[in-house]
């Protein structure tokens, strides 16, 4: 049976969140601009962790519930970041997409082709995600423990960018984006301080942009990261292990280097090569026979060690304290979480403003600190009042509905520049978190993830008055501080519960 066509309000808007699992899936519908009846749709994002059991056929199931409930037709599409999570359905249901007529499609300005800074920073991931790959196998392949936790750690973070591309083939996350971008006409890349902007078909809402920041803040996506992308690539600690990591297997015969990377293998070792020694010059050199390969007293090759009286070789084991060969390999869980909240941070940030009251939909993508941070530089004129302009901080607090970034884990919703500024009486929070997926055991970690983090839970539901709607437990119980009445005509008259979403209409009053 088809899913009868989702109806708009009068005024304000209809959010639903759909339940697919553990990832964002946003359908707004507003109504028409126009003399026609009919409504406005938006669609922020669509996809699911990857290893959700059964994740392909949910994400298509909400995927062809999408086409019935808009008529076959979006005003506008908007993709937040390159994240699985956020993307898979427009893989995974590329065909059921293919069915959809979409007006206009909003990415953020990271995903220009034609911007430099953005170039770089997809190389700059490219890179990363082929050197992370390579490291979890070779740490895999050790048989060591520890090692192979250690490549767990990493599999676990690089699921957020879906299949991984092989012999320079794009990621599953890429060619999902690549899908995006090719329906726009053309896509539009936004960048932070455009707006108001109106939204398709639609007069009674304008959006703002927040993010992501073009500067320095851009690579903060936690309060001790500081420095800005450059257009290309650049030797830092990341870079010389990317390079070193590569290397390895390009030796191996597994990969080719890029003329670029070579480069930087080159500038990341600590000698000139003139004062480099090769490895078999050195396992014949009896200095590092004695102080590095540990025959203790083997003054030339194997044939002392038969010598009575001579030391014996060393096991690998209790050589592995003097060698620092693979020792690079344990930054590389790091820096795969750090490459995760970088990829996080680039989240188009929009703000929704509803005309008539001025209520607003904050909708950050999986937006870390530097992305938080910087919206508070960001100024936008006022219409008729040219010295009070609109700022992040009003913003935050005339918002009614947010979108609680990446699942609310503890690193993405900002305390004093974030939610303690968003003081509006009818707040409502939606978290697209699915808890026992987020918990499953990931690589070394038996708990998984702690989404939702409990104190911003906590904090979540203390200043939204209990109005929290989650993707895995739908309707919350009402507080004992809320009457029956209130709780009915503020909160659950204006909610819908079904099994594939959970949805809430703001009025615009």
């Known amino acids: 049976m088809a899913a009868p066509t989702m109806t708009a309000p009068d005024s304000g808007v209809k959010v639903r969140m759909y339940r697919q699992g553990l990832g964002d899936c946003f359908l707004l519908a507003f109504p028409s601009s126009g003399r026609s009846a009919k409504a406005r749709f938006v669609l922020i994002d669509c996809g699911v962790l990857l290893g959700t059991p059964e994740g392909v056929a949910r994400v298509r199931r909400v995927a062809e519930h999408i086409v019935e409930s808009t008529g076959g037709r979006l005003d506008l599409l908007i993709a937040t970041h390159e994240h699985w999570d956020h993307l898979s359905g427009f893989e ?56 192979a936790a250690s490549a767990g750690q990493i599999d676990s973070v690089l699921g957020f960018f879906g299949e991984l591309g092989v012999d320079g083939k794009p990621t599953g996350c890429e060619r999902a984006m690549d899908y995006v971008v090719e329906r726009g006409k053309p896509p539009r890349y936004r960048v932070p301080g455009e707006g108001p902007l109106a939204l398709p078909g639609v007069s009674g809402a304008r959006a703002y942009v927040l993010g992501p920041p073009r500067g320095v803040e851009l690579k903060r996506s936690d309060p001790r990261a500081g420095e800005a992308y450059e257009k290309s690539l650049a030797l830092n600690e990341e870079t010389a292990f990317f390079a070193a990591a590569l290397a390895v297997h390009e030796r191996a015969g597994e990969i080719a280097m890029s003329p670029e990377e070579k480069e930087l293998e080159r500038l990341s070792f600590p000698f000139d090569k003139a004062f480099r020694v090769k490895v078999e010059d050195a396992r014949a050199d009896p200095f590092f026979q004695e102080l590095y390969y540990g025959a203790a007293n083997a003054a030339d090759t194997a044939d002392t060690a038969s010598v009575a009286g001579a030391a014996d070789p060393l096991s690998d084991k209790e050589l592995a304290w003097r060698r620092i060969e693979a020792d690079w390999m344990g930054a590389s869980k790091v820096l795969a979480l750090r490459l995760d909240n970088d990829t996080n941070n680039t989240s188009l940030a929009l703000a929704i403003e509803l005309a008539g009251s001025g209520k607003v939909l904050l909708f950050p993508g999986d937006a870390q600190a530097g992305n938080w941070r910087s919206w508070h530089d960001l100024k936008w004129p006022r219409k008729g009042e040219p010295d009070n302009p609109v700022t992040a901080e009003d913003l935050l607090k005339r918002t009614v509905l947010y979108k609680v970034g990446h699942h609310a884990s503890h690193n993405a919703t900002l305390r004093g520049k974030g939610l303690e500024l968003m003081e509006h009486p009818d707040l409502v929070a939606m978290i697209p978190v699915h808890e026992e997926m987020a918990h499953k055991p990931k690589g070394g970690n038996p708990n998984g993830w702690d989404m939702p983090f409990p104190p911003l839970l906590r904090k979540l539901e203390e200043k939204a008055k209990g109005r929290v709607l989650r993707v895995d437990k739908g309707m919350p119980t009402r507080p004992r501080k809320a009457s029956e009445a209130e709780w009915k005509e503020e909160f659950t008259d204006r909610c819908l519960e079904d099994e594939l979403y959970v949805e809430i209409t703001i009025p615009d009053k």
């Not at 170039?119 to 392949?141: D, I, M, P, Q």
């Open 92 to 147: 995974q249901a590329r065909d059921v997409f293919d069915k959809l007529k979409i007006e206009e499609v909003w990415v953020a300005w990271t995903e220009d082709p034609e911007d430099g800074v953005a170039n770089g920073l997809r190389r700059k991931r490219e890179t990363a995600l082929r050197a992370l790959t390579s490291s979890a196998a070779r740490l895999r392949a050790s048989g060591d423990r520890d090692a």
